[in-house]
């Protein structure tokens, strides 16, 4: 097996140790890698698995998990730069995901549609991203959603309802194309 250059082992130390530093208030599991600056608001649960890797060095990835909440990354998963992940009660993104640049995810819509009651925040739902999920960039993800494992949701689509396992989804809202 050929040995891997000097600037790339310096590189990956570097990006464990960032991961050490930028996500002190989490849970982290070994080998959690970051490239850049995220924005952390962690006044729950953060908890990062096993060789989890992270970018942010083009735009901030934001992780935001509130009082009492809880936010899942599970191992081996992938977060690109720009992604927006908010948890007031709970986000679990199963292992082996990989998350496309710009996506965004939020279990709570923060506010009603009544204009009488824009102030208020409705209740929130949880969102489960199941086992080697993909999705592409630009996706949002709303309240109440679970992927199922091994499915794809196109770039640029919204998430509204819950898509079975194996699918290949998209749109606006997001539909199954087809099965995997």
Same mark, same amino acid.
């Given at each position: 097996?050929?040995?891997?250059?000097? %600037?790339?082992?310096? #590189?990956?130390?570097?990006?464990?140790?960032?991961?050490?530093?930028?996500?002190?208030?989490? %849970?982290?599991?070994?080998?959690?890698?970051?490239?850049?600056?995220?924005?952390? #608001?962690?006044?729950?649960?953060?908890?990062?698995?096993?060789?989890?890797?992270?970018?942010?060095?083009?735009?901030?990835?934001?992780?935001?998990?509130?009082?009492?909440?809880?936010?899942?990354?599970?191992?081996?998963? &992938? @977060?690109?730069?720009?992604? #927006?992940?908010?948890?007031?009660?709970?986000?679990? @993104?199963?292992?082996?995901?990989?998350?496309?640049?710009?996506?965004?995810?939020?279990?709570?819509? &923060?506010?009603?549609?009544?204009?009488?009651?824009?102030?208020?925040?409705?209740?929130?739902?949880?969102?489960?991203?199941?086992?080697?999920?993909?999705?592409?960039?630009?996706?949002?993800?709303?309240?109440?959603?679970?992927?199922?494992?091994?499915?794809?949701?196109?770039?640029?689509?919204?998430?509204?309802?819950?898509?079975?396992?194996? #699918?290949?989804?998209?749109?606006?809202?997001?539909?199954?194309?087809?099965?995997?």
């Amino acid at each position: 097996m050929p040995s891997r250059p000097l %600037t790339d082992i310096v #590189s990956d130390i570097l990006a464990v140790l960032r991961a050490r530093w930028y996500l002190r208030s989490a %849970t982290l599991g070994p080998r959690v890698r970051l490239w850049g600056r995220p924005a952390i #608001s962690n006044y729950g649960q953060l908890i990062i698995g096993e060789r989890a890797r992270l970018v942010s060095t083009i735009v901030p990835l934001e992780l935001a998990v509130a009082h009492g909440a809880r936010l899942e990354i599970g191992q081996g998963t &992938f @977060i690109n730069y720009g992604c #927006s992940i908010a948890a007031t009660e709970l986000v679990r @993104i199963g292992p082996r995901c990989n998350i496309g640049t710009y996506a965004m995810i939020m279990d709570n819509d &923060f506010h009603r549609l009544e204009p009488e009651r824009r102030q208020e925040r409705p209740p929130s739902a949880p969102i489960i991203l199941e086992e080697n999920v993909w999705l592409g960039g630009r996706v949002t993800v709303l309240s109440g959603v679970t992927i199922g494992a091994g499915s794809v949701i196109g770039a640029g689509s919204v998430v509204t309802k819950s898509i079975p396992p194996r #699918s290949l989804a998209a749109g606006v809202p997001a539909r199954v194309i087809r099965q995997l």
